[in-house]
């Protein structure tokens, strides 16, 4: 099969979950398909072709910027038999690419533009267009993959013209053996995390959707014995940013040990990072899977994540970590819930540790990359059989 995978992350410019799945199902696909990766970005890689929008569109809103792109990828698919988007930065150019060329086209579904109004902050007027962009691509799609249970019932909901057969679930992975525990401290030391202080981590965006902002209010009431890292970074727009930097640096005036690096960590950096932390946190408001908390779990650590989206069927509660409820309107309830969930396993270390052991297991068990690669083919074989 000659597969088009299109997408807007790709290493090394991978900045979030959807870009971490579409790197590893690249490099297990590689081994079952003759594949050709599409992504943003300058230059190419053997099987690799980027695109990037013309310089006319420097400055313009990121979503004309983004159609730019899906053009220039859809005018370079000739000779594809299959394409398989992902994300809304892609998708257009898959339905394009399905119209123009006469073939099928796959999307991959890692979150949905009608649960992130926020995005409206973010984007202006293209939130608009990113919404149509997403609408056009998965109802016309040959098939949808949703990333979890969870992701299923919020398509299905937000989409209902599809049909339910069209969508199946193929969870995302983790490479067990990137991540896994490190035992050394050197990425520790260099940002001057106390050795003898149990430390909470959170790993991500500064985003509405991360939740970043209730975890800050959050740590205002956790043991004061424990550290707070926060690897958080490229915020959606300069009111976030704003939001984070304050609440920042009023957690800082009544706590130490507060340490925050904004720039992008390499891979063996974070997985150090995770190893050696007391717990994860995944304060999300939104999340469709929440990769982060699986590699936490692969590097052996426990999560304290919200209860949403997806997020439960990787985190196991009372097994692998401790989930939290979330609901829109409660923040400060939501708040209590997480600094009790963290103080339970700052105050336990014993049963953290347990929690990140059936973490681990959890992780290597049930969500090889290999096995989702295998599904994603077999789903090719199936589209390109019915049509």
């Given at each position: ?76 698919l ?66 949808v ?9 919020d ?43 149990p ?81 994860f ?11 982060v ?12 994540a919200?209860a ?80």
């Amino acid at each position: 099969m000659k597969v088009g995978l299109l997408t807007r992350e790709y290493p090394p410019d991978v900045y979030g979950g959807a870009g971490v799945h579409v790197e590893f199902l690249a490099r297990e696909l590689r081994a079952l398909v003759d594949l050709e990766v599409h992504s943003w970005g300058e230059g190419s890689d053997d099987g690799v072709v980027r695109h990037r929008a013309p310089a006319s569109l420097d400055g313009a809103n990121d979503a004309l910027r983004t159609f730019a792109v899906d053009l220039a990828m859809a005018a370079a698919l000739d000779g594809r038999e299959l394409l398989h988007s992902h994300t809304w930065y892609a998708n257009l150019a898959g339905h394009i690419g399905k119209l123009l060329y006469g073939i099928p086209h796959v999307l991959t579904a890692h979150s949905l533009e009608p649960l992130r109004p926020w995005k409206a902050e973010q984007l202006g007027g293209g939130y608009a267009l990113s919404s149509w962009a997403e609408r056009t691509a998965m109802e016309s799609a040959d098939a949808v993959v949703a990333v979890s249970d969870g992701m299923r019932r919020d398509i299905l909901s937000s989409y209902p013209s599809l049909d339910p057969e069209r969508v199946q679930v193929i969870r995302n992975g983790i490479d067990t053996a990137t991540y896994r525990p490190d035992p050394r401290t050197d990425v520790l030391d260099r940002i001057g995390i106390d050795p003898d202080r149990p430390y909470v981590l959170f790993v991500g965006r500064i985003t509405r959707q991360k939740g970043v902002p209730h975890l800050l209010r959050a740590a205002r009431r956790i043991d004061p014995a424990a550290q707070l890292v926060l690897c958080a970074g490229a915020p959606d727009t300069p009111a976030l940013d704003r939001e984070f930097r304050a609440l920042f640096d009023e957690l800082s005036a009544v706590r130490d040990g507060v340490h925050w690096i904004p720039a992008m960590l390499p891979r063996p950096a974070v997985v150090q990072l995770l190893t050696h932390a007391a717990l994860f946190v995944c304060p999300s408001v939104y999340e469709p899977l929440g990769i982060v908390n699986l590699e936490a779990m692969a590097c052996g650590t426990a999560v304290v994540a919200s209860a949403v989206g997806g997020i439960p069927e990787v985190v196991d509660d009372g097994r692998t970590g401790l989930l939290v409820p979330y609901r829109e309107g409660r923040s400060e309830e939501f708040e209590t819930g997480l600094a009790d969930a963290i103080d339970r396993l700052i105050g336990d270390p014993g049963t953290a540790a347990r929690m990140g052991e059936a973490g681990r297991e959890r992780a290597v068990t049930e969500f090889g990359w290999d096995t989702v690669a295998r599904r994603t083919a077999d789903l090719y074989a199936t589209v390109l059989k019915d049509g």
